[in-house]
C-alpha cells in the first residue's frame, strides 16, 4: 500500500519559513518524479515544485528563488523548504509521486501566510 504523508504546514508570517516533509511508503521515492502541488480556496490546484527521478529540480516562477525541493534517500522522504513567505502562498500544499503514468497522492498540508 503506497502512502504519502505531508507534515510541517501551519501558521506562519510574512517574510517567514516553513519546511514540508513527504515521507513516503510503500515505493522508493527516489524512483519516481515527486511534486509539491498547491491549492488556494477558489483556485486550480498548480505544480510548486519537481524533483524529476534523476534528482533535477524545477520551480514555478512565482517561488523561484525562495523555495527549494530536496530528498533523503534514505529516509525515503521529500521536502519543501519555503522562505520569504507571502500571503499569496497560502494554500493545501500536497505531495505527488508520478512514474509511468501511475501517480499518487498525500492528503495535504496547510499552509497559512498571514500577520
Known amino acids: 500500500q503506497v502512502q504519502l504523508v505531508e507534515s510541517g504546514g501551519g501558521l506562519v508570517q510574512p517574510g517567514g519559513s516553513l519546511r514540508l516533509s513527504c515521507a513516503a511508503s510503500g515505493i522508493i521515492s527516489s524512483l519516481y518524479d515527486m511534486g509539491w502541488y498547491r491549492q488556494a480556496p477558489v483556485k486550480e490546484r498548480e505544480l510548486v515544485a519537481i524533483m524529476s527521478h534523476f534528482g533535477i529540480a524545477d520551480y514555478v516562477d512565482s517561488v523561484k528563488g525562495r523555495f527549494t525541493i530536496s530528498r533523503d534517500i534514505a529516509k525515503n522522504t521529500v521536502y519543501l523548504q519555503m522562505n520569504s513567505l507571502k500571503p499569496d502562498d497560502t494554500a493545501v500544499y500536497y505531495c505527488?509521486?508520478?512514474?509511468?503514468?501511475?501517480?499518487?497522492w498525500g492528503q495535504g498540508t496547510q499552509v497559512t501566510v498571514s500577520s
Open positions: 505527488k509521486a508520478d512514474r509511468d503514468s501511475r501517480d499518487y
